[in-house]
């Protein structure tokens, strides 16, 4: 008999398995994902009779039977990082928390866990990484820990299991999934196999015993978690901490929830007894803005529920190179390519001979089109030397006809805006006719970058 094969190969996007090697994934159509991993030993199923399979006490529920209603959630006390939860902790839930190395993954969590022994919820924090000791000190920087939070140093899951169901915790931490293995699957810790094994079991430690998991997981140089890509299908909540290595800010963003609503955001500040919510993060995003310089503007973007103003800066220069260079900061290089084809196309501009560099300050990055014409203004003032009213934002998107087109919520931007004084606001002249104008507020209506960079250049 031939002897079975230890190895198959594993999409690490979507997790397929095949015996042999193929360039494309068969599944998700996904060049170059294939990986050879161990396959894990299974014991045989013994072969049942027909008639046993009707024998079990598991039928179908009806739709109609079946309790939606919420349970009660953990409220760790951090308005910015329940926020980003939907509300609280969901007991039984798995949170995978990702980012960069040193970013402040562990230092949040531990903050948390304070928080949550305070109120007398149950903690235990279980680390792969570091001692007992390097913990404690950690922990000293932030405050005094009560007797309801427990450290634990071990990275075999069964021992792990045994000692959550000794402890019964309430919240769990695992720091993180790549240093924990499961004995009976084989390959190193960290590889695809046993951090798909890993969370597996997690998950069913979640969900059958009631306990809220935080899985902790480094991610990638492309910015994703380290492992297959089905790692964030099992969990419920899927959080980034992303910023700088150089900006004291840090964003928690939710890029999938389970029990609440995704995208949302949580801003932070690092300092050196840890991190410290930023409540009103369009303030903090417009310290230091230059005054009465060219390339500055101020647009107002959403994130989840939140509106933040943003401060978009744009460097025009003189190349000094046969290829001008574009520099993309907290944006879509691409988008920017495209609005600098439409700045040259329908306004003239010479932007063909200058270099181009582009900044969302304070760190953020930008996925929504509704920053176009701030974008696209900051530019033009930025090749034609002029300055933009200090009291003046731009909301809008731009077409490749030069058009400024409707974005969603143009009115709760320009309401969070006036909040912070500014009285003058440029957006599509589409979203102009379907809103009521506050009154004390200059807002003009424009139909393409045209008109904008008229009403803002100084006559």
């Not at 903050?111 to 950690?138: A, F, H, P, T």
């Not at 500040?269 to 930023?278: A, H, S, Y």
């Given at each position: ?10 999409c ?17 159509k996904e ?5 050879e991993a ?8 013994s072969?049942?009779k ?9 039928k179908?529920s009806?739709?109609?039977?079946i ?9 760790t ?19 995978l ?10 230092t ?21 990484e ?18 309801h939070m ?6 075999d899951l ?8 000794q ?18 699957v084989?390959?190193?810790p ?6 798909r ?10 969900k ?5 998991v ?54 932070f ?32 973007t ?9 401060e978009?800066?744009?460097?025009v220069a ?5 290829n001008p ?20 196309k ?7 001979e200058?270099?181009v ?25 930025g090749?034609?030397?002029f ?22 919520q ?6 969070e ?17 379907k ?14 970058v ?7 250049k100084?006559?």
């Amino acid at each position: 008999m031939a002897k079975a094969k230890e190895t198959a190969f594993f999409c690490s996007e979507c997790g397929y398995e095949s015996p042999k090697w193929s360039g494309q994934c068969p599944a998700c159509k996904e060049w170059n994902t294939m990986v050879e991993a161990p396959v894990r030993t299974q014991i045989k199923a013994s072969v049942r009779k027909p008639d046993t399979l009707l024998r079990t006490d598991e039928k179908p529920s009806l739709i109609s039977e079946i309790n939606a209603e919420e349970k009660e959630r953990i409220i760790t006390g951090m308005e910015e990082f329940d926020r980003v939860l939907g509300g609280g902790i969901v007991k039984g839930s798995l949170i995978l928390v990702g980012g960069d190395p040193g970013i402040g993954k562990s230092t949040i969590l531990t903050q948390v866990c304070k928080l949550l022994s305070d109120k007398g919820e149950e903690v235990l924090y279980i680390s792969g990484e570091e001692s007992l000791r390097q913990i404690k000190m950690r922990a000293d920087r932030i405050g005094t820990f009560t007797n309801h939070m427990k450290l634990y140093c071990e990275t075999d899951l069964d021992k792990i299991e045994a000692v959550i169901a000794q402890e019964k915790p309430e919240v769990c931490i695992i720091d993180s999934i790549q240093t924990m293995y499961r004995p009976d699957v084989a390959g190193a810790p960290g590889s695809m196999s046993q951090v798909r094994e890993s969370t597996g079991l997690l998950l069913s430690i979640a969900k059958g015993m009631g306990i809220a998991v935080f899985v902790v997981g480094h991610v990638t140089k492309e910015g994703v978690v380290a492992g297959p890509r089905m790692l964030e299908h099992m969990v419920d909540t899927v959080l980034y901490f992303e910023g700088e290595a150089q900006s004291p800010y840090r964003v928690l963003r939710g890029v999938k929830n389970r029990f609440g609503s995704t995208n949302e955001i949580g801003v932070f500040e690092m300092t050196q007894d840890g991190l410290k919510e930023v409540r009103n993060p369009s303030e903090y995003m417009l310290l230091g803005r230059p005054k009465d310089t060219s390339g500055s503007i101020v647009s107002c973007t959403i994130e989840g529920t939140r509106q933040i103003l943003v401060e978009i800066q744009s460097l025009v220069a003189r190349t000094a190179f046969g290829n001008p260079r574009r520099s993309a900061t907290g944006l879509d290089y691409n988008r920017l390519n495209l609005l600098i084809a439409v700045l040259e196309k329908r306004l003239g501009l010479n932007m063909a001979e200058n270099d181009v560099y582009v900044n969302v300050v304070g760190g953020l990055k930008i996925n929504e089109t509704a920053l176009d014409l701030a974008i696209v203004i900051a530019m033009a003032s930025g090749i034609m030397d002029f300055a933009v009213p200090q009291d003046l934002i731009a909301i809008g998107e731009v077409g490749l006809s030069g058009e400024v087109r409707n974005v969603s919520q143009v009115g709760a931007r320009i309401n969070e805006a006036a909040k912070m004084g500014f009285t003058t606001f440029i957006v599509p002249k589409a979203s102009l006719q379907k809103m009521k104008v506050p009154e004390g507020l200059n807002v003009i209506g424009v139909s393409n970058v045209a008109e904008a960079v008229r009403c803002v250049k100084p006559r």
